[in-house]
């Protein structure tokens, strides 16, 4: 995580500060706004719970939770935020979020080199992200600020799903090592 991380923090009207407690009510719509793509992404209503913010609460209790950090725009106000977990000598970015109106901008891209500064500045030795497989601009933004190694896969197991069902378009399917994996 080089030049892509560092270049991207000249953004006109938008400082990267750590969050504070008034930023509370603001991180919290912006929870749900995540949660909310997230559903979308899955077709999944019931993801997140009836109150989509609430998980923002949750969150926050997390003993790993070691720092936040806000997109405060001078007009908009709290547009974005990211946050770092820490696992030993690792850190994990979760989530990145930036408001929709404002996705574009290279706010999403300055949070990560917030985040990235933050872990080397505490000796940490890799950060690491954990984005849907089926957000593909998350994915791009990721990529071009220099999250490029894939270190870990998930799998999961649709109970639900019928045995034999349909299989996915080609165009939602990922292909590793010669398998192919819907998305």
């Keep these: 995580m080089t030049e892509a991380l560092t270049a991207s923090r000249n953004l006109h009207g938008v400082s990267i ?3 504070r407690p008034s930023d509370h009510n603001a991180c919290r719509r912006l929870w749900a706004e995540l949660t909310e ?6 077709g999944e209503q019931s993801r ?3 109150e989509t913010g609430a ?3 949750e969150y926050l209790t997390q ?3 070691s720092g936040m950090w806000v997109a405060d725009h001078v007009e908009e106000g709290v547009t974005g935020f990211v946050g770092l977990m820490l696992d030993g000598r690792a850190g994990e970015v979760d989530p990145v979020v930036v408001t929709a109106s404002m996705r574009g901008r290279g706010i999403g891209r300055a949070l990560l080199a917030k985040v990235a500064e933050e ?7 890799r950060l690491t992200v954990s984005p849907s497989v089926r957000d593909v601009a998350a994915l791009r933004t990721l ?3 220099g999250f490029g190694t894939v270190s870990t896969v998930t799998l999961s197991y649709d109970l639900a799903a019928t045995p034999g069902g349909a299989p996915p378009p080609q165009d939602a399917t990922l ?3 010669d398998l192919h994996f819907s998305v």
Excluded: I, K, Q, V
């Design 17 to 19: 500060r750590a969050y």
């Design 37 to 42: 793509h997230r559903r979308g992404l899955y």
């Design 48 to 50: 997140g719970g009836p």
């Design 55 to 57: 998980g923002f609460e």
């Design 63 to 65: 003993l790993n939770l």
């Design 119 to 125: 872990a080397r500045r505490r000796g940490l030795h």
């Design 143 to 145: 990529h071009t600020s």
């Design 175 to 177: 292909a590793l090592y």
